[in-house]
């Protein structure tokens, strides 16, 4: 089965700089998506950005971007301009055949004012 | 667009009654709805998937009998804690994915529900 990783239990920034959250995952497949959720204290889960694996351009949502490597299977994700509204959990989720989403252990980001 | 509710968003019972939790998606059709479970500071576990129309399927490990899922239609699926015990006090979040696509759609989550078992 597909295994996701976030070696980062918890990372803090300053705010206004820039943090990078790593993510590495298992997978057998070539077709596949990934995705950065935030979690924030209400535990809404709110989708923060989308990355197909057959796409080699990066994608980017404003302030978040991500570093997609696929043959190293990392997919870290970069919020540039922290805002104290950043504060949250965030889980990299990979798209598993069947459509089930599989999470990682999740990273709680600090942001310190 | 994408929203998606859960109601109630809290919930108290007794030991040994059954609780009914609501996942709608308000702006779009849901083929396929997903039931999750996490504890304080831990990952989402999925725990079943949900087609409209048919039986859900369970992930290995949750009780059929004990974690009742209905999809009866396109915008509404329910999960039902049957003979509750402390134990299943957890927070269940359910999610829907939009219909008419294949494995790309993305999933959209609804706000969460908070079981409390006394």
Redesign the interface.
């Known amino acids: 089965a597909q295994t996701v990783t976030q070696s980062q239990p918890e990372m803090s920034v300053q705010e206004a700089e820039t943090v990078t959250l790593s993510c590495t995952y298992d997978t057998s497949e070539s077709d596949y998506?990934l995705?950065w959720?935030k979690q924030p204290p209400?535990?809404?889960?709110?989708?923060v950005i989308?990355q197909?694996a057959y796409k080699q351009q990066n994608a980017t949502e404003n302030r978040f971007s991500v570093n997609f490597q696929k043959a190293a299977k990392s997919f870290s994700l970069k919020i540039s301009d922290s805002q104290l509204g950043d504060a949250a959990?965030y889980?990299c989720a990979y798209?598993e055949?069947?459509?089930?989403?599989v999470?990682?252990?999740?990273t709680?980001l600090r942001v310190k004012s | 667009g994408a929203v998606v509710s859960q109601h109630p968003s809290r919930v108290i019972c007794k030991s040994g009654t059954s609780v009914k939790i609501e996942c709608r998606s308000l702006d779009f059709q849901a083929t396929?709805m997903?039931w999750y479970r996490?504890f304080p500071?831990?990952?989402?576990m999925?725990m079943a998937?949900s087609n409209e129309g048919s039986k859900a399927t369970y992930e290995q490990g949750v009780e059929k009998d004990k974690f009742l899922i209905n999809h009866a239609s396109l915008t509404l699926s329910t999960l039902t804690v049957t003979s509750a015990h402390p134990e299943d006090s957890s927070?269940y979040?359910c999610?829907a994915?939009q219909a008419g696509g294949g494995?790309?759609?993305?999933?959209?989550?609804g706000?969460?529900t908070r079981l409390t078992v006394l």
Not at chain 1, 42 to 47: A, V
Not at chain 1, 97 to 101: F, H, M
Not at chain 2, 103 to 109: A, E, G, I, S
């Open positions: 998506y995705f959720y209400s535990r809404q889960m709110i989708l989308r197909e959990m889980f798209l055949y069947g459509n089930k989403l999470f990682g252990t999740g709680i | 396929t997903f996490q500071k831990q990952s989402l999925l998937t927070f979040i999610s994915r494995r790309t759609d993305t999933q959209y989550f706000p969460g």
